[in-house]
């Protein structure tokens, strides 16, 4: 049985190819992905024209035909996350809209058609003069132009304006200036499947083009630049002249029912103005083959923008040319020399006597000259590829093949491709940084095309490990990518545009507080943003990032790992961390909806006690809105920190009954031990990273003995760690009183409060029993004087009361729960650590606040 038959057994027997998971090859191969925001092309298909900071006009509800002028925050294909202009920097009230279904409009459109303008209920307060407030917002102000938001193309990007049967014109890359038509068969993420018209049925004349390529243009485009309309020679001779007139003339009559909107090619890189002349000599890479640099010459200059080149050959008994037409900006074009001062073999023209070429003897030998360096692009630099870094890539030899490719060498703005799942193999490929032939890892997933595997990648499903899931459906990776859930909840309202999907970008806000436990000098090394693309690759490539840029990267793997009772039901993705030579594997659970990634991105921050702000599709430019550059690691962890929760107010003398419950809380803890795997020791490819002299304490973290444990042991450590911490950094974490800067960001009203007494704890009669919630009881040390009775209070009254004390940074909580005085009034201690998911020690300095208030409340008001 040969290896055809084989196959074809297996496939009719049912049995499934393990598919390839670009995770686990990354870590085989001790390899990262190439950045996305590195491919601009990718970036550019994903856009629809809206930008953040355009002006719209937008319905008011409730109300009927009433509006107000809203402002992009941000864009994530086709939805839209607003701000109502007088609401300033404050984001509570944000909200996403749908464009092709939400009431939007250009600004000026309800003084056009008779519409009221109307300030929301939210900011009445804060607008006196409404006509001076508009005429101050959209000074200078840019409207989202009203193409976008009317007719049929409203609210599409490139992926869904291209669709198959439409119609562009692809200009000639080998012999004239002119231009056939060619129909779009498919559209892969803007990556399109073209064949000339006139040829039904010739497969083999088929192109690929991402729909930037500077020689694709929508049609009228030879006519309005003076080119002719005419098939390129290599199809020209299937046909006679009066045919193609035939299909030329039919065409004209159905150019209205597959026209491509003209705006769609708007990002399209532009074609400069050159300065080459006939037979000037240059070095080339000819890009049917792009594995080598050949000397090659200037033939022919069309005009001021397209010139043609022809890769040298001296073979007097050659028989055909490779030549192709160039731009100023073309790639794979370099002057002379340009191969030796980077250290790069030229291959000498076919022919050329000998192997050692020398440019100055073969000008000579030719007659010619070279191509002056002002006739050349300066190079990108500024790119973000390096070396063994990893992306997907189309195969020059056979275009509808992409493959998993590893960069082996980079060159000013060239990369050197190894492709490794090639069905044969080939020599490194040469390709430009902005080439539109490479892609991000997880693109071809995306978008639901066929990654060829490596040849050399192993698949062996033994070798994975087992990782526990929480009871409940989880979606698989094809289906988030395809917006269907698995079978067991298959439903039809799960089918959804492409846009539901995708995310944003995600900015690193390099400035924002880092928190205690990522190292801010490894996060101002990462890339200032990651996206936009799928939600689910985009976010599992921040987490990474982020897991990467900790002080123990195992810490932060634990800090977001899936919890039991998830709130996002989105889907749960494989992550891990090396740290003092050994691997650690957690499920952490990511949104696979744009609609949430802005509150996942905040609520990730919170679980790492960093800023809020610190990454999110929002750029935080100057200032952070959260006003984080007040805090340090060791003001924050020493009020607000995790690991300082267990030991305030706990007497020295319950050591016993607080160990007691430690011990039960591991034992509990152990039933999902296997979310947090410990991979046994990979000395080979292990990365401590942990530098020298690290504060890795600053977080509280386990002392690096605690490292040295077993799978068990490190499934409950994040419940007992600290346990053995000395007596004496209690007491001295207990003793310890702000400075006299704290004391006035805290405010006037507790100036006094390292004089009051700590905070008494009442516990039941048994000693082994721990204590709960309900069995502790706050004592009031000292007295408040309110100035309004706080059953009045608003939200804003009561975050401003918590920003005049030592809880200041829990107001932000306040304010995303709407929390006002009437409900202040009725928050305990249990109901405080269960509903705002507060440590003990937190909720207790928060709770003693709450009481002086209501305290004050039965003095002042109760009568």
Not at 31 to 55: C, E, R, Y
Not at 193 to 207: A, C, I, P, T
Not at 588 to 598: F, I, K, L, S
């Amino acid at each position: 049985m040969n290896g055809e038959q084989q196959h074809e057994t297996d496939a009719s027997s049912g049995v499934e190819e393990p598919e390839f998971n670009w995770d686990e090859y990354l870590e085989d191969t001790g390899a990262i992905s190439a950045p996305h925001g590195s491919f601009k092309h990718v970036d550019t298909s994903l856009q629809n024209g809206f930008s953040p900071g355009m002006k719209l006009e937008v319905a008011v509800k409730p109300g009927p035909d009433t509006y107000w002028i809203a402002t992009i925050i941000t864009t994530c294909g086709q939805l839209l996350l607003l701000r109502y202009d007088g609401y300033g920097e404050d984001r509570k009230a944000d909200f996403w809209c749908d464009i092709m279904t939400a009431d939007l409009h250009p600004v000026g459109w309800c003084e056009q058609n008779k519409k009221t303008l109307k300030v929301p209920e939210g900011i009445k307060d804060k607008i006196s003069n409404q006509v001076e407030f508009l005429q101050q917002t959209l000074k200078g102000a840019c409207s989202a132009p009203a193409s976008l938001l009317e007719g049929l193309h409203r609210g599409k990007n490139p992926l869904d304006l291209i669709a198959p049967g439409s119609r562009l014109e692809c200009q000639h890359t080998q012999d004239t200036l002119g231009a056939w038509i060619v129909t779009v068969l498919e559209n892969i993420g803007g990556r399109l499947k073209l064949r000339y018209e006139g040829l039904e049925n010739l497969e083999q004349y088929d192109l690929w083009m991402f729909y930037l390529d500077p020689f694709l243009h929508p049609m009228g485009w030879a006519t309005q630049h003076g080119y002719v309309l005419e098939p390129p020679l290599a199809i020209n001779h299937l046909k006679t002249e009066v045919e193609w007139q035939e299909i030329l003339a039919k065409i004209k009559e159905e150019e209205e029912e597959s026209l491509v909107p003209t705006d769609l090619f708007k990002d399209k890189p532009i074609v400069g103005t050159h300065s080459f002349s006939m037979n000037m000599k240059l070095e080339a890479i000819d890009p049917k083959a792009p594995f080598i640099i050949s000397p090659a010459t200037v033939t022919k200059v069309f005009d001021d923008k397209y010139f043609m080149i022809e890769i040298d050959d001296l073979r007097p008994e050659r028989t055909t040319t490779r030549s192709y037409i160039c731009h100023f900006n073309s790639p794979g074009v370099f002057p002379v020399q340009w191969s030796l001062k980077n250290g790069l073999h030229l291959s000498p023209p076919p022919g050329y006597p000998g192997q050692d070429f020398d440019w100055a003897d073969y000008l000579k030998q030719c007659g010619a000259e070279a191509a002056p360096q002002s006739c050349f692009p300066s190079l990108n630099s500024d790119h973000g590829f390096k070396e063994i870094m990893k992306l997907e890539a189309v195969n020059p030899e056979d275009p509808e093949e992409i493959c998993v490719a590893a960069i082996t060498k980079v060159k000013g703005s060239y990369l050197w491709l190894q492709l490794e799942s090639s069905k044969l193999p080939i020599p490194d490929c040469i390709v430009s940084v902005d080439s539109m032939n490479i892609f991000p890892v997880g693109w071809c997933e995306t978008n639901g095309y066929q990654l060829r595997p490596p040849r050399r990648a192993v698949v062996n499903k033994e070798k994975k490990i087992a990782v526990v899931q929480p009871e409940k459906q989880i979606l698989s990776s094809r289906a988030v990518h395809e917006g269907l859930k698995t079978q067991e909840l298959n439903s039809p309202d799960t089918v959804v545009t492409n846009g539901k999907y995708y995310c944003p970008k995600i900015y690193f806000n390099h400035r924002c507080f880092s928190g205690p436990y990522l190292n801010k000098g490894r996060i101002a090394e990462l890339p200032q943003s990651v996206g936009p693309g799928n939600c689910v690759l985009v976010l599992k490539e921040v987490l990474s990032l982020l897991i990467n840029a900790a002080y123990k990267p195992s810490r932060v793997l634990r800090e977001i790992q899936l919890e039991e009772e998830t709130a996002w039901h989105g889907y749960g993705e494989t992550l891990k961390a090396k740290y003092k030579g050994k691997s650690y594997r957690a499920t952490v659970e990511v949104v696979r909806t744009a609609d949430r990634v802005t509150e996942f991105c905040r609520q990730t921050c919170i679980k790492l006690e960093c800023c809020p702000n610190l990454f999110g599709p929002q750029m935080v430019l100057d200032k952070c809105s959260e006003n984080c550059s007040v805090l340090t690691k060791t003001k924050y962890t020493h009020y607000y920190g995790k690991r300082k929760t267990k030991k305030i107010g706990r007497p020295p003398s319950i050591h016993s009954s607080i160990d007691a419950s430690m011990k039960k809380a591991s034992r509990k803890r152990k039933k999902r031990k296997n979310l947090f795997v410990h991979k046994k020791k990979r000395s080979s490819t292990s990365v401590d990273n942990s530098p020298a002299g690290s504060p890795q304490g600053s977080g509280g973290e386990e002392d690096d003995d605690q490292d040295e444990v077993d799978e068990e042991s490190l499934s409950e450590d994040s419940t007992s760690e600290h346990q053995d911490e000395s007596e004496a950094s209690e007491k001295k974490s207990l003793s310890s009183s702000p400075t006299q800067s704290e004391r006035s960001h805290f405010g006037a009203q507790d100036r006094d409060r390292q004089k009051r007494k700590l905070r008494t704890f009442s516990f039941s009669d048994d000693e082994n029993k721990p204590p709960s919630p309900k069995e502790i009881k706050i004592e009031v040390g000292e007295k408040l004087q309110l100035d309004s009775n706080p059953l009045g209070w608003s939200v804003a009254d009561v975050v401003r009361f918590l920003k005049s004390t030592d809880c200041a940074p829990l107001a932000r909580i306040f304010l995303d729960q709407e929390i006002d005085g009437q409900a202040l009034l009725l928050l305990t201690l249990p109901t405080v650590q269960e509903c705002m998911d507060l440590k003990l020690g937190p909720a207790i300095k928060l709770c003693h606040h709450i009481e002086r208030v209501k305290f004050a409340f039965y003095q002042q008001f109760a009568n």
